[in-house]
Each structure stands twice: as structure tokens, then as C-alpha cells.
């Protein structure tokens, strides 16, 4: 019985913390994706109001600074986010969290 309770000892905490780490690399690559599809998604809608088979100057700088504000707000907020999460967390003794 005693083997069971030393079972993996300090290996199962790290394979907890592999699989931590993987789950939360894979939430970065969400949110990257995430943040692509939307910027491609709004700032194309904005930018160029009639498809063609290339973009003129005006339609290019416009997505380039559409690009680089939602880039902007994204940081921002996700910033925000994980600002409040943390600060909630230590104002719940550390428990739960990321």
C-alpha cells in the first residue's frame, strides 16, 4: 500500500505541469488564431469596400493601421484580463487561478 501512495512521486507533478504547459501553449495559439481571423475579418470589411485582384495604396495603409490598433486594443485588453484574474486570485488566498 505504501508503494501506491509514493506512485510517481515527483514525476506525476511534472507530467501535471507538462500537461499545464501544453494547455496553455495551445490557448496562446487560439488566441493568436483568434486574433488573425477577427483582424482579417473587420479590418478587410473596413478597407476594402470592392475586392479586386490587388490592392491600391489607400487600401493597403488603411489596413496596416486597422491592423496595428486592433493589435493594440487586443493587448490592451488581454493585459487588462490577466491583470484582474491574477489580482483575484491572490485576493482569494492563492486558490483556483491559472
Known amino acids: 500500500m505504501s508503494d501506491y501512495g509514493n506512485y510517481g512521486g515527483g514525476s506525476m507533478e511534472a507530467k ?25 475579418e ?3 470589411a473596413k478597407c476594402v469596400p470592392k475586392p479586386g485582384s490587388s490592392l491600391d495604396s489607400s487600401e493597403q495603409a488603411c489596413l496596416s493601421k486597422c491592423m496595428d ?11 487588462t484580463y490577466i491583470n484582474r484574474v491574477q489580482r483575484e486570485s491572490q485576493n482569494m488566498g492563492g486558490a483556483g487561478g491559472f
Open 42 to 44: 473587420k479590418c478587410f
Open 69 to 79: 490598433r486592433y493589435m493594440e486594443a487586443w493587448n490592451i485588453v488581454s493585459r
Open 16 to 40: 501535471k505541469q507538462q500537461v499545464m504547459d501544453q494547455v496553455r501553449s495551445e490557448l496562446a495559439l487560439a488566441n493568436a488564431q483568434e486574433l488573425i481571423n477577427k483582424i482579417n
